[in-house]
Nanobody
């Protein structure tokens, strides 16, 4: 059974930082790409960042480039999203998922977990 458990969200002031974690089980973690998405109220879910199975390829949405960093610890079946210089527009529920992550192809294959709420407000 596939499980994706996101954690690390919270309430942070603008300019602050958060580190999200996603613990995965039931998937061949070492051989699969991982992706972070977010969904703000009233908006569609959007891809934020992705990382290949070996970590040698990463993708970032333009809105987070230079502020967010995706990484993974294959020994722990965990993917991270370090978020710095946070803005109110980063407020959303953040979800992780798995799929194909290679240059030119980003495909999500799994179901959605509960996500973790990130709120940026003063």
């Amino acid at each position: 059974q596939v499980q994706l458990v996101e954690s690390g969200g919270g309430l942070v002031q603008p300019g602050g930082s958060l580190r999200l974690s996603c613990a995965a089980s039931g998937i061949p973690f070492n051989n699969i790409g991982m992706l972070w998405y977010r969904q703000a109220p009233g908006k569609q879910r959007e891809l934020v960042a992705a990382i290949s199975n070996g970590g040698d390829y990463t993708f970032y949405a333009d809105s987070v480039k230079g502020r967010f960093t995706i990484s993974r610890a294959n020994a722990k079946n965990t993917v991270y999203l370090q978020m710095n210089s946070l803005k109110p527009e980063d407020t959303a529920v953040y979800y992780c998922n798995y799929g194909t992550v290679v240059p030119g192809t980003l495909l999500t294959r799994g179901s959605w977990g509960p996500g973790t709420q990130v709120t940026i407000s003063s």
